[in-house]
Nanobody
Framework: HVQLVESGGGLVQPGGSLRLSCAASRYMYDNGCMGWFRQAPGKEREGVAFIYTGGGSSFYADSVKGRFTISQDNAKNTVYLQMNSLKPEDTAMYYC???????????????????WGQGTQVTVS
């Protein structure tokens, strides 16, 4: 059973920063890839950032490039999303997602992922 445990959301003023964390099982961390998604009320869930935990390559949505950074801590099986220069439009529920294996076609497609975290709310106001 793969479990993703998220933390780090909260309320922040525009221009502020938050860091989200997602802890995964060792097996999932070593043999898959992970992404961060967000979903605002009335909108579809959208991909924010992605990382191959085995190799470190990462990708970002255009809307967050230069502001958000995805990183990993191998000792803790944890992926982070550092969010800087936050804007009100970044307000959403943020989800961590994981996929078994390294092959995928579109990292922004929610159907590519096998496991999801419970979500953590980020409010920029």
């Amino acid at each position: 059973h793969v479990q993703l445990v998220e933390s780090g959301g909260g309320l922040v003023q525009p221009g502020g920063s938050l860091r989200l964390s997602c802890a995964a099982s060792r097996y999932m961390y070593d043999n898959g890839c992970m992404g961060w998604f967000r979903q605002a009320p009335g909108k579809e869930r959208e991909g924010v950032a992605f990382i191959y935990t085995g190799g470190g390559s990462s990708f970002y949505a255009d809307s967050v490039k230069g502001r958000f950074t995805i990183s990993q801590d191998n000792a803790k099986n944890t992926v982070y999303l550092q969010m800087n220069s936050l804007k009100p439009e970044d307000t959403a529920m943020y989800y961590c997602a994981a996929r078994s294996g390294w092959l995928l076609v579109d990292w922004k497609n929610t159907n590519e992922y096998d496991y999801w975290g419970q979500g953590t709310q980020v409010t920029v106001s």
